[in-house]
């Protein structure tokens, strides 16, 4: 049999002509298992010398996003230097890759698939095996202290699970990607605690943790803190405080918007504060990161011709529930406003659940479909509705269209909330820029 060798690399100078290649790969294409990406990992590595820095592995249904916003915020205060990886993103490829706070830019990121694809083996890669080995190779070239990477799906046989990582963190846990993780929380538990690692500084944050992800961790002989177990939480004004055995410390409420984030804040202060972890943090940093963190699209607040505008990424039961709480907390409506959902969702997604939690805190629903090849259509969506609920367009129209319906039908002092899908907010967010809404 004739040795494989390497195709005739295409040419491909600008990021838009790699994303382009790389979206003819299928980018909705999942497969699990690592021994393919693990084994063009470690060619590059190996041709090219790279020599692993601290790694941060944070996997969960929920809150991952702000769970890396806030380790990379307070590691950089403390003066390291960090990269950080996260999907998917709202606008911009380059969003998933951030150094040193920043959003690639685009020669290092072209840098880095001219390199990858080189490699035998790369045009075997998924669209996400291919973006986590570029900013593997962005961080390695750029020398960084710290790696904080987000598990994209699961945790077991996720591309970025390839890395043994010194620190691990596990956020909340719900039901999402069922058909592929599993149906319970206890088996989506066991694919999560895929990240665990022997004698690593490791934490699990859930405020209703599955016992599975602790045997898991016994097995490994892994020093696992759990929430409620190992420290607890309680809210003193104005502060949150955290109490392991017999010590208690406070610490002033993150930048984030909502109670769950001061869960996920807590994951994050006992992680940096495990006596496993390599890279230690001062209570300075702590503060300092916590009150600065961002993530956007997470409960983001703008104004659009005197509406209050809510984006949020909010895409199963748990993360609108928490919107739900969200707006309950910091947006209440008077008695002259009224508050509008747009909504569009995945077809994978539990749409009925989450419409039926969200359903009383909305005088009407405008409804389109997304940019995917996995939208729900929209009467998918309005069967789930009240009829007498459903003010938009009742035919096919892009999600875009369901947010001017909303903008039209609604009036100065009212609120426009945005939710149900990355898409969702993605499209959205991009339209404001080009109407001119100025959004951090």
Known sequence: MPVQTQAEPIPRQTLAEWLAWLEHLNPNHIELGLDRVRRVWQAVRQSHGFVLPTIVTVAGTNGKGSSVAMLEA???????????????????????IRIQGMDIEDEPLVNAMILLDAELGAHELTYFEWATLCAFIVFALAKLD????????????????ILDADLALITNI??????????????IAREKAGILR??????????????????????????LWIRDKNFYLTQQSPNWCMNFASSQTCWPYPNLKGLMQ???AAGVVALLQHPKNPRPVSRQAIEQGLKSAQVIGRYECVTHQ???????????????????????????????????????ALNDKPISR???????????????????????????????????????????????SAYNQALAHSKAGDQIVVFGSFFTVSAIRHHLKQVGVHLV
């Open 174 to 187: 719900g039901l999402d990607h069922q058909a592929i993780l599993g149906a319970d929380r206890a088996a």
């Open 146 to 161: 710290v790696w904080v990477l987000e598990v994209g799906l699961g945790g077991r046989l996720d591309a970025v699970n």
């Open 198 to 223: 022997a004698n690593q500084a490791a934490v699990y944050a859930d405020p209703n943790p599955e016992p599975a992800v602790w045997t898991m961790a016994r097995a490994l002989n892994c020093p």
């Open 306 to 344: 005197g509406r209050l505008i809510i984006l949020d990424v909010a895409h199963n039961l748990e993360s609108v529930e928490a919107l739900l709480e969200n707006m309950q907390l910091n947006n209440g409506l008077n008695q002259e406003s009224q508050r509008f959902a747009v909504f569009g």
């Open 354 to 400: 989450m419409l039926e939690a969200a359903k009383p805190a909305f005088n009407g629903w405008f409804v389109g479909y997304l940019s995917s090849e996995r939208s729900a259509s929209v009467a998918a969506i309005l069967a789930h509705l009240p009829e007498q609920d459903c003010l938009g367009s009742r035919y096919e129209t892009n999600i875009v």
């Open 262 to 264: 001061i869960g996920n």
């Open 74 to 96: 307070i590691l950089m205060a403390e003066g390291y230097r960090v990269g950080a990886y996260t999907s998917p993103h709202l606008e911009r490829f380059n969003e998933r």
